[in-house]
């Protein structure tokens, strides 16, 4: 699958950024959007819904936090040993429990249809791989969406966003991130929703992919 260079660079900071520079992840994702990160990666968790959710590929735990300050359980799988440890870090110290699993998302160690919901945001190359459509849709129940946030543009007119607009001008960031990628969910079982979300000084792109149950289980 075609994608734009700006994904591609993000898929490439993602494999430094989840290991030897793991240290550095805040700091680079609040630079790279001039601080709007987390206001992003909430894009993906208003449309949540309550119960057991799963976030694949949780990096340092801000959102499974939030879930847990929510009074939700924190459910999370990553492949980053640095990673699981500075979300347990996280969740520890603020008092709350929890289950991360390191393991790999494309042999994930849950149950069939146990989630409400998949949340992925700003996910590393693993999200166009075919085996982690599958055991995404395997983990859902009927209906239950899998929401991905894959990308950004900021459109900010002032100082430091107007720059970096023009900059992701220059990354094609006005094209869309995973061409092709709505096509492969549906073939893989999944009703997809996808578009842009317009926030004050950015876009952000959102995917919500509904498990749809094949025609044999429809009959059930």
């Known amino acids: 699958m075609k994608v734009n260079l700006w994904t591609r660079l993000l898929w490439g900071a993602s494999q430094l950024l ?10 680079a994702a609040w630079l790279v959007s001039n601080g709007q990160w987390r206001i992003w990666q909430r894009v993906g968790l208003a449309d949540v819904p309550e119960g057991r959710v799963l976030e694949m590929a949780f990096g340092p735990g801000h959102l499974l936090k ?3 300050a929510a009074g939700f359980p924190v459910i999370g799988i990553d492949r980053s040993p640095q990673m699981v440890r500075k979300a347990s870090h996280r969740l520890r110290n603020a008092g709350y429990a929890l289950r991360l699993t390191r393991g790999d998302v494309r042999r994930m160690p849950f ?12 996910p590393a190359e693993f999200i166009a791989d075919p085996a982690v459509h599958a055991e995404a849709r395997r983990l859902l129940r009927d209906g239950a969406p899998w929401i991905i946030i894959p990308s950004a543009r900021i459109t900010g007119r002032r ?25 492969r969910l549906q073939q893989a079982g999944f009703q997809v929703e996808a578009g842009w979300v317009t926030l004050p000084r950015s876009d952000v792109m959102r995917i919500i992919a509904r498990r749809a149950p094949t025609a044999q289980e429809g009959r059930r």
């Open 66 to 68: 939030e879930r847990a």
């Open 18 to 27: 989840y290991s030897h520079f793991a240290w550095s992840y805040d700091l």
């Open 111 to 122: 149950a069939d249809g146990q989630f409400e919901a998949i949340l992925s945001t700003f």
């Open 159 to 183: 100082g430091l966003d107007r720059i970096l607009a023009v900059f992701g001008r220059q990354l094609s960031l006005d094209e869309d991130p995973l061409p092709g990628f709505s096509t």
